[in-house]
């Protein structure tokens, strides 16, 4: 089976209940509020570097970018095997912390934006907070899918494994090193290229931000390609995408292909597999003679020493079971003082959000209206194409071996990036920014969804195809027969991203400048735009709560229901 | 050493699961002694808690009642001493064939150097030499779980506990494998003082251990100790082995019973339920047919076993479905067709249908289930609700596998509907 399914699943074990979610609800509000409260004591003009547009300092820029990235995704790691090593062996820790990742996930990133850097620039040094918020961001958009793989692969270890490395006495390095890590290793991997496609998407925004008459920006291809749109300079902009692509093309080509192939090792099953990922590089590195030398001496044998260490100085474990004692009573009272706090910030934060005068609440609800319908339309446009050509390409290998690699390399160029081009097109056409608005989400989902479904339309066993040609079943019999229901649920899993992937992307969609101009339509993500920009944080505030109510209640109402209805029933397996 | 000299010791150990009416006793007070250089074989049917109790040896499980002493000394925790090996082989598959056995060495705390030797003196007692660079995939079933074996040796245990580790091998690699744990076992090259083997295979028992504890279900408890006293390496022609197969046969077949015995009571009765065997009905028919054809009806049941290929647990579930529903009768290790049974094995399979139908209908669970059905509104229930009544009897999972079967053979006889989508359980007209 494709590894493609191994992403972007929910856990369908778990089911969240709605008091878990009011909570997270209101302590993220709360969290947001202390930010915006925090910002407000930022200084009030910023200007930031200048962004040359001149193509010799792409390389530069280039490297600034890819560090933020990095460092972001370096972060992302550590804190996912935290959260989630966390969440998989505390009873009490599991049901407060995935309640609260399956929220965080829905969580605009983009409103994130103004309240992690205006409580940055508040409390740190400008440039330092400026770095450190800009990571942040990309981090957010890079962590969720990561955590929930570790998460998921944490509880899913099969238990005869779990048992013999405790019969065998592995201390907690050598079940991490031996056990944990590698039945982890492939979903981790999928899920970290992923995730840096999603850094890319936000890149542009982190690094270019203005909030008022404050307007940040840090040197980097995010802000290059930002400042060449502003201006309307499409020779920089063609540069720049340029770059963006190779640069893309690039890592997947030198880091996650030889990693994919390499951890094609780490699959549970006994058995060989049919066709495992293939890399030219990964193939040049194995045969190569000189790579063996100095692997042996720079990385493999240190690592080796390393191992003994940290073998022997973990503690074996005592004799106690891993029973799950009463915390101390320190904890308690901790988790009393925090909480107290947190009434106490939930108060003063819904002060605020009552003087909202009922003109603007008014205005989000049409703006949630807008969005929600213009999601809507981008799902249609999506489906419609998607579901024919995914399955043309998963049915056919030979149209698969010559697309997929096109397709993939298509998706992996961040909406974002184009956006700017796009609405010097679109902008022309009857609809104006509706109509880009729109395409964005359309640009920025549709891949989940193609991907799935290629999955999906490959895993038809062949059996049954044979059998709908005996059968000699007319074209719509068969797609109503045995396709539709066997990428039945491929494509809610596809939906379920594509969707969130939209609404978060409502916020650069609905409200953009280019060329100077500030163009915006009806919709939330443009109310919580201008909010930013004009720096009306309780608005901001109030826009961006309606926002995370809407997407986690119609996950609730709609997406979880039907995932389940598709594990149920439509599951080939 | 303790002063009675065993190095294992259970008495009266428990396992309970789930509190207040929905409890549920998995073992009930089971003993067990093991002396150094015995080969012991718990032997019992699925569900006795078997697997349970060697978790429970082995220090992975804490049981709920009762006491367990190793070496005089109670228990804490992972037995060091004691050591797994799985059905499933539990190998890490991204590890060397080396690799998989030197981790065990090296959560010991042996040196590198060491363990690569010890690692491949290991491998070579097995016979894996030349294999030590192969990954788990590209070995077979029985190498695979001769890899098992090495690492679980790795740590020189004395007490090596196997749970069902020739189950999921193939007849010949099983074989094989037997002899060669016993070569090693008898011949002394292995420095284990004491091996428990969990199974459901009676041969299997007979042929390897000097002691055989059978175990039966509901709830999990000991109903023999039976000696092994024959020399190795044991013939299975021998008369004295096929004696003391039959004999285990006969225990765990045990005899027909009066009729209101045979059937229990109703759920939420006093008195127990009676679970249905989980089988199909296919090899229900197959088994009845099968004995239709032999001399006066009749069969050795474990001479049935080789017959038919199949294992002795099956066999034995198969066997109590047929008592069950009174097609045939089990005295002293034989098998008889009835009359009813013999008509069953020889009519159509519309009256098939008919005659299994009347049977199940006497049986208090269906009785239990239809006129739970008849009373309900739209004469339809939920399974959810169903097995919640049930969990008052039998524990969650058996529930739900009491549910299953009814709902399989209602539907074979044409009582029963259900819509999976819905999860609804309907009264076919016919049954109303």
């Not at chain 1, 909030?211 to 749109?229: S, V």
């Not at chain 1, 005592?318 to 925090?338: A, M, N, Q, S, T």
């Not at chain 1, 491929?490 to 992307?505: E, H, K, L, P």
């Not at chain 2, 038919?308 to 529903?325: C, G, K, P, T």
Request: proline share 6%.
């Amino acid at each position: 089976m494709n590894p493609l399914l191994r992403i972007f699943k929910i856990e369908p074990g778990w089911r969240g209940s709605a008091w878990g979610d009011a909570v997270v609800l209101f302590g993220l509000g709360v969290l947001l509020y202390l930010g915006i409260r925090l910002g407000l004591g930022a200084p009030a003009v910023i200007q930031g570097p200048e962004i040359n547009l001149s193509p010799s300092f792409l390389p530069h820029y280039l490297t600034l970018s890819l560090r933020r990235m990095a460092a972001a995704y370096v972060l992302s790691l550590l804190f996912s095997l935290v959260y989630g090593t966390l969440a998989a062996n505390h009873r009490i820790a599991e049901k407060i912390l995935l309640p609260l990742l399956d929220i965080l996930q829905s969580v605009p990133i983009l409103s994130f934006l103004p309240v992690v850097l205006l409580s940055l620039v508040a409390i740190l040094p400008l440039q330092l907070a400026l770095e450190l918020s800009s990571i942040i961001l990309i981090f957010t958009s890079q962590v969720w899918n990561l955590t929930f793989a570790w998460y998921q692969s944490l509880t899913t270890i099969p238990r005869d494994l779990q048992r013999t490395s405790v019969v065998l006495g592995f201390n907690s390095w050598l079940r991490f090193k031996t056990l944990e890590l590698p039945f982890a290793a492939i979903t981790l991997i999928w899920n970290s290229v992923a995730s840096w496609a999603g850094g890319w998407f936000f890149l542009m925004a982190a690094e270019i931000f203005a909030a008022g008459d404050r307007n940040f920006r840090l040197p980097g291809l995010g802000a290059y390609l930002q400042e060449a749109a502003s201006q309307g300079n499409l020779s920089a902009l063609a540069w720049g995408l340029g770059v963006l692509i190779l640069t893309i093309v690039a890592l997947d080509q030198f880091i996650w292909r030889p990693l994919l192939a390499w951890s094609d090792r780490f699959k549970m099953q006994l058995v060989e597999s049919e066709n495992p990922p293939t890399s030219w590089v990964y193939d040049a590195l194995r045969s190569s003679r000189l790579y063996a030398y100095v692997s042996r001496r720079l990385i493999f044998s240190p690592w080796q020493r390393l191992d003994e260490r940290l073998t022997r100085l973990f503690p074996v474990p005592g004799p106690d079971l891993p029973g799950k004692g009463r915390p101390h009573w320190l904890w308690y009272v901790l988790g009393g003082l925090v909480v107290l706090v947190v009434l106490y910030e939930g108060y003063r934060g819904g002060q605020m959000l009552l003087g909202i005068p009922l003109g603007q609440w008014q205005a989000i609800v049409i703006g949630l209206t807008a969005t929600f319908i213009r999601v809507f339309i981008a799902l249609i446009i999506a489906l419609a194409w998607t579901i024919p050509t995914g399955v043309a390409i998963g049915t056919n290998p030979r149209l698969a071996k010559w697309l997929q690699p096109l397709v993939q390399i298509t998706a992996s160029v961040p909406a974002t990036a184009l956006f700017p081009v796009l609405v010097l097109v679109v902008l022309r056409l009857p609809g104006g920014l509706n109509l880009a608005a729109v395409l964005l989400m359309l640009l920025g989902t549709q891949w989940y969804l193609l991907f799935n479904i290629i999955a999906g339309a490959s895993a038809i066993p062949q059996d049954l195809k044979y059998t709908t040609n005996l059968l000699q079943l007319g074209r719509w019999e068969r797609w109503r027969t045995l396709i539709l229901p066997a990428i039945f649920p491929f494509v809610i899993t596809g939906s379920i991203t594509a969707c969130g992937g939209a609404w978060n992307a409502s916020i650069v969609a609905e409200y953009t400048q280019f060329g100077g101009r500030i163009m915006y339509t009806t919709g939330v993500g443009a109310i919580i735009s201008q909010a930013t920009a004009a720096g009306d944080y309780p608005l901001l505030l109030a826009a961006t709560l309606a926002l995370i109510l809407t997407v986690s209640t119609t996950n609730r109402l709609l997406w979880r229901r039907l995932y389940r209805l598709a594990e149920e029933r439509y599951r080939m397996e | 050493m303790s002063d009675n000299g065993y190095l294992l010791e259970l008495s009266r150990v428990s396992q309970v699961y789930g509190s207040g009416e929905r409890q549920f006793t998995a073992i009930k007070d089971f003993d067990l002694t093991l002396k150094e250089g015995e080969f012991a074989a718990l032997l019992g049917p699925t569900g006795c808690g078997k697997s349970t109790l060697l978790r429970i040896i082995a220090g992975l499980q804490v049981p709920t009642g009762g006491r367990v002493i190793y070496r005089g000394r109670p228990l804490k925790g992972v037995n060091p001493q004691a050591t797994i090996v799985f059905q499933t082989f539990a190998l890490f598959p991204w590890l060397t064939v080396q690799e998989n056995v030197e981790v065990a060495l090296k959560a010991h705390g042996v040196p590198p150097k060491l363990r690569t030797s010890r690692a491949l003196d290991l491998l070579d007692r097995v016979g894996l030499d030349g294999f030590e660079t192969a990954y788990p995939r590209e070995l077979s079933g029985g190498m695979l779980q001769k890899v098992g074996f090495a690492r679980a040796m790795a740590v020189e245990p004395e007490l090596l506990c196997l749970d069902e580790p020739f189950s999921a091998l193939d007849v010949l690699s099983a074989e094989a494998l037997r002899g060669d744990l016993l070569e090693l076992w008898t011949g002394g090259k292995i420095p284990t003082k004491a091996i428990l083997m969990v199974t459901h295979h009676i041969e299997e028992a007979v042929f390897m251990s000097d002691r055989i504890v059978v175990m039966d279900k509901d709830p999990g408890r000991v109903i023999m100790n039976l000696k092994v006293d024959l020399p190795h390496p044991r013939l299975r022609k021998d008369p004295r082995f096929l004696n003391l197969v039959d004999r285990v046969y006969m225990v765990l077949a045990g005899q027909t019973q009066p009729e209101h015995v045979e059937l229990g009571t109703a759920p939420g009765e006093p008195g127990r339920t009676r679970a249905l065997p989980h089988i199909n009905i296919d090899d229900l028919s197959g088994l009845l047919e099968y004995l239709d054809n032999m001399p006066n009806n009749r069969a050795d049941i474990y001479a049935l076993a080789q017959e038919l290929q199949v294992n002795s647990d099956e066999l034995l579930r198969l066997i109590e479905a047929v008592e069950l529903l009174g097609f045939a009768n089990v005295a002293y290790g034989d098998i008889t067709l009835n009359p009813l049974g013999e008509t069953f094995a020889e009519a159509s399979i519309r009256s098939r249908k008919e005659i299994f139908a009347t049977r199940i209908r006497r049986l208090p669970l269906f009785k239990w289930l239809l006129s739970l059905l008849r009373a309900s509104d739209k004469k339809q229930m939920e399974w959810d609700v169903v097995q919640k009544a049930l969990e008052l009897e039998f524990h969650e999972e058996e529930a739900e596998r009491q549910l299953d079967t009814a709902i399989d053979w209602g539907r074979y006889a044409e009582l029963l509907a259900y819509d999976d989508s819905s999860q609804i359980l309907f009264l076919e007209p016919g049954a109303a």
